[in-house]
Structure formats: C-alpha cells, structure tokens
C-alpha cells in the first residue's frame, strides 16, 4: 500500500518555474515506478513524465520535452518534477501514480495509487 501526496504547485506567470513534489509512504517505494499526469479543466487526463524503479528509465510527453524533469529520491520516498519554461497550456492539475510494474507506462489503468493532484496555473 501507498499513499502519495503531491505538493508545490501554485500560479506562476509564462517562462517561469514551479517544482512538484510526490510523498509517499510505505518502506517499498524505492520499487515502485511512478509517474506524472495532468487534467486540464475538460480535457482528459494526460500522461507528463514517468520514472521506472528497474533502472530508472525516464520519459517525458512530447510536449514537456526539454522544459520539465523528473527525478526521485528513495531515500526520502519522493518523486520530483521540475518544470521551466512553463507555458499556459500547462495549466492543470497534476497528479502523481505509482505502479509495481518495472516499466513507466503512459496508461492511467496502469498505476494502482494516485495522490489528491496540485492545481498549476500559468498566466499568460
């Protein structure tokens, strides 16, 4: 069982930079891969960025590619995510899900545990 809790997320103007947090719980994190989505209001919600616990392979969404990254520190059972540059159609919210599973997955019926999402607002 896991139990995520995402933080830093916050109103910030086009170009500028937010740093999201995921806490979880749980001694076993460290074997989780975990992943980033967003829901823009009315849209679906979307895969942002993932990290496998098996090699900690990274992937982004194209549309974050060279603006956001995700790292993670098992020792403090976190999960980062660092956006610059950010754009307001990055306006959502932003969850963070983890999985057993060795391989990041861009699909939502693929992570078992979610956090409550932090709202991010980028102004034009």
């Known amino acids: 069982q896991v139990q995520l809790v995402e933080s830093g997320g916050g109103l910030v103007q086009a170009g500028g930079s937010l740093n999201l947090s995921c806490a979880a719980s749980?001694?076993?994190?460290?074997?989780?891969?975990v992943g980033w989505f967003r829901q823009a209001l009315g849209r679906e919600r979307d895969f942002v960025a993932g990290?496998?616990?098996?090699?900690?392979?990274?992937y982004y969404a194209d549309s974050v590619k060279g603006r956001f990254t995700i790292s993670r520190d098992n020792a403090k059972t976190a999960v980062y995510l660092q956006m610059n540059s950010l754009k307001p159609e990055d306006t959502a919210v932003y969850y963070c899900?983890?999985?057993?599973?060795?391989?990041?997955?861009?699909?939502?019926?693929?992570?078992?545990?979610w956090g409550q999402g932090t709202q991010v607002t980028v102004s034009s």
């Open positions: 899900a983890a999985q057993t599973g060795a391989s990041t997955s861009f699909r939502i019926s693929e992570y078992d545990y």
């Open positions: 990290i496998s616990w098996v090699l900690g392979r990274i």
């Open positions: 749980g001694r076993t994190f460290s074997r989780y891969t």
